[in-house]
């Protein structure tokens, strides 16, 4: 199976500021390559698929990129309801497999 | 609109099989293209992928899990029903259903989950 390695596990950041998560696959998977959005006892919301294509409706300050093994996601301005949790998916598969999630805190 | 809902029992027991329907409306599942997968969370974990069904009645399944996952389909009734057996207090989630959206480039096929349905949580407990 594909393993997704994302990094940080956690960030602490402030309202304003350019944050950027990385996802590492153990393998290529082109760009085949989604990141999800999730808030406390809520489901994840897809922000980016295809590795840069932003998903209708989400807001233009959050872009990916990446191809092969490497992949981003940044946020450019962060806003105070970015707080949350965010995980890479492989859609190479299947199997699918999602990174380990990063948590985006206030500083 | 697209919605989807889990329902299933809260609690079951070490060593029982769960039962997981996954209820959904807005599209259906002899169309073309359209699948269903499950995922679970682990209270405070990541995200886990267990089992998708497409239109065609194709099958995928978790590696690790694949010995004690079935996913089916009754498209009559928009349904889709996962069987996990030989329960363990580490199966304890919140297992979500979400629907997979496919996307062609050139040659190639992208596909990502969306909607999710708002989950339901399965405590494994004697």
């Known amino acids: 199976d594909i393993q997704m390695t994302q990094s940080p596990s956690s960030l602490s950041a402030s309202v304003g500021d350019r944050v950027t998560i990385t996802c590492r696959a153990s393998q290529s998977i082109t760009n085949h390559l989604n990141w999800y959005q999730q808030k406390p006892g809520k489901a994840p919301k897809v922000l980016i698929y295809a590795a840069s294509s932003l998903q209708s409706g989400v807001p233009s300050r959050f872009s990916g990129s990446g191809s092969g093994t490497d992949f981003t996601l940044t946020i450019s301005s962060l806003q105070p309801e970015d707080f949350a949790t965010y995980y890479c998916q492989q859609s190479y598969g299947p199997p699918l497999t999602f990174g380990g999630g990063t948590r985006v805190e206030i500083k | 609109q697209v919605t989807l809902k889990e329902s299933g029992p809260a609690l079951v027991k070490p060593t029982q099989t769960l039962t997981l329907t996954c209820s959904f409306s807005g599209f259906s599942l002899n169309t073309s293209g359209m699948r269903v997968s499950w995922i679970r969370q682990p209270p405070g974990k990541a995200l886990e992928w267990l089992a998708r069904i497409d239109w065609d009645g194709d099958k995928f399944y978790s590696t690790s899990l694949k010995t004690r996952l079935t996913i089916s389909k009754d498209t009559s009734k928009n349904q889709v029903v996962l069987t ?35 989950g339901t949580l399965v405590t494994v407990s004697s």
């Not at chain 2, 363990?88 to 259903?97: E, G």
């Not at chain 2, 040659?107 to 989950?113: D, E, G, L, S, V």
């Open chain 2, 84 to 118: 996990m057996t030989n329960m363990d207090p580490a199966d304890t989630a919140t297992y979500y259903c979400a629907r997979t959206l496919d996307f062609w480039s050139g040659y190639y096929q992208y596909n990502w989950f969306d909607p999710w349905g708002q």
